[in-house]
């Protein structure tokens, strides 16, 4: 809580266990065999843009059931930033995500400043053999300084990574081999 307080982010490795990450890549690995990924979209029209953003997702739908020890754990982690920072994060979306070979997203932020109700984006990293040069690593850039680059993280298996969505542009460089990730929002409910 301290790292994310005093900066925003909060990244780690070897996080997630070794069995959990297996887990959950062939839960994905299952759900891209029964066609159950679609390509990703960016902004509110939802327009396909492969030059800016090219992985493919699968949008969980129903959170706490699927998600299991990790959902328990992550909605405590919710419940904690929101009496920690004040900040309605009542509800949590997410989804999985596949980067194939070649595959980026361009820099972005996840909510410019009210345009959703997304206050927290989290990452998990689904990739056991990840190595120097498989590429797809994750940038953020300092939110006084748009063009400075802040942190580069590897999505080796079991990283995790959590920052707020209104103050860091980020970008995912090219992926070399495939990429898998359980990325998600703590947010606002929809509807107030
Ligand atoms: C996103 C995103 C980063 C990553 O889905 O909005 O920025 O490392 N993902 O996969
Ligand atoms: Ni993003």
New binding site residues.
């Given amino acids: 809580m301290v790292q994310i307080e005093e900066s925003g982010f909060y990244t780690s490795d070897a996080f997630l266990d070794t069995d959990s990450v297996l887990y959950w890549k062939a839960y994905v690995e299952k759900m891209n065999a029964d066609n159950q990924f679609r390509d990703s979209t960016i902004g509110k029209q939802g327009h396909k843009n492969v030059k800016i953003r090219s992985d493919k997702i699968f949008w969980l739908p129903d959170f706490s059931g699927l998600t299991q020890d990790i959902g328990h754990w992550l909605d405590d982690l919710r419940a904690a930033l929101k009496n920690h920072f004040r900040m309605p994060a009542d509800e949590i979306e997410s989804h999985f ?1 596949i980067y194939p070979v070649g595959a980026s ?1 361009g820099k ?1 932020i ?1 909510n410019a400043s009210g345009v959703n109700n997304r206050l927290f ?1 989290f ?1 998990f990293y689904l990739n056991p053999s990840w190595k120097p040069g498989d590429g797809g690593e ?1 940038v953020l850039f300092d939110p006084e300084n748009l063009d400075n680059k802040l942190k580069q993280i590897e ?1 080796r298996s079991g990283t995790f990574v959590l920052f707020r969505s209104d103050l860091f542009h ?1 970008e ?1 460089l090219k992926a070399h081999k495939p990429r898998y ?1 359980f ?1 998600g929002w703590m947010r606002r409910h929809a509807r107030v």
């Fill in positions: 995500s997203y972005h996840d984006t990452i994750l999505p980020h995912v990730t990325t």
